[in-house]
């Protein structure tokens, strides 16, 4: 048991995980840091008397309540839950296999759901919690050659902002996190599964994206050290914001669908204002 704030985070065994758990350590938060092989967690994020690294697949419902229960044995409460745990099945959508995209939705959807439903009773009881999920600029506008992605992000966005406003009656908060381009290990190939390039059509735009993606890994502009300390900053607020753009490239991501949105609804303003019964 501790008088600390208690997080657990998914996928913290590399990647902005790992950077979420040394921040929340450094801030001397207890940290339950989750992942398919707990002894690369804690190698990953190295020793500390504040860690416990728990085994968890977030597909697997039964991991989600184990990792939950361990957390709540060990320090007695949950205050943030970081839903992070991610990967990337890249592709064009023809090319994309109905397992594929199963599997893209099963993690980045169904995952933090699975999680989410084991950590609620434990807020609801303390009448407090923070629920931070790590969604992506790919939640907020969509993108040629990642279909399966936007599609499991665009849920995310819709699930935690329905979720807010059901659970906001127990003292808990939720906080939806869009990062653009930082450099983790998204781009990397224990995250990235290319869909097998089957019609032709699609072969010259397949190797140019997967070239220029190769390129880019490495070399993004955000670093995940400094979003990660934003994200400790941010969950300490009374009223952490509903949604946080990470990045600037993620800001001009918000701004032009914001406008595209506005274009659209004035575009038909008329017809779409016509459509209610002549004698109500």
């Known amino acids: 048991m501790t008088s600390k704030k208690v997080w657990f985070i998914t996928g913290a065994g590399r990647g902005l995980g790992v950077e979420i758990a040394r921040a929340a350590l450094a801030k001397d938060y207890a940290v339950v840091a989750t992942g398919r092989d707990p002894g690369k967690v804690e190698a990953a994020i ?10 968890l697949d977030v597909t697997r419902e039964a991991e989600a309540r184990e990792a939950v229960a361990s957390a709540v044995d060990r320090f007695g409460r949950i205050d943030v839950l970081v839903n992070n745990a991610g990967n990337f099945f890249a592709g064009f959508f023809e090319e994309l296999s109905p397992a594929q995209v199963r599997d893209q939705i099963e993690t980045l959807l169904f995952g933090p759901m699975n999680v989410t439903r084991a950590a609620l009773p434990v807020m609801r009881r303390q009448r407090a919690g923070l629920l931070l999920t790590i969604s992506s600029t790919a939640g907020i506008t969509g993108g040629s050659f990642c279909s399966a992605y936007a599609a499991a992000k665009f849920g995310v966005e819709g699930w935690i902002e329905s979720l807010a406003l059901e659970v906001s009656p127990f003292g808990i908060r939720s906080m939806i996190v869009e990062p653009g381009f930082f450099r983790t290990d998204l781009l990397t190939t224990q995250s990235t599964t290319y869909a097998a390039g089957s019609i032709d059509d699609y ?6 994206t997967v070239t220029a993606w190769a390129g880019m890994n490495g070399k993004q502009g955000g670093d995940p050290t400094r979003l990660a300390e934003a994200l400790v900053q941010l969950a300490g607020h009374d009223d952490p914001p509903a949604r946080f753009a990470a990045g600037a490239d993620a800001v001009l991501a918000f701004e032009a669908k914001a406008n ?7 575009a038909y303003r008329g017809l779409s204002s016509s459509l209610g019964f002549a004698n109500p």
């Open 46 to 55: 190295g020793a500390n008397p504040n860690l416990h690294c728990v085994r």
């Open 203 to 208: 072969a010259e735009r397949t190797a140019e």
């Open 260 to 266: 595209t949105l506005l274009a659209q609804a004035e």
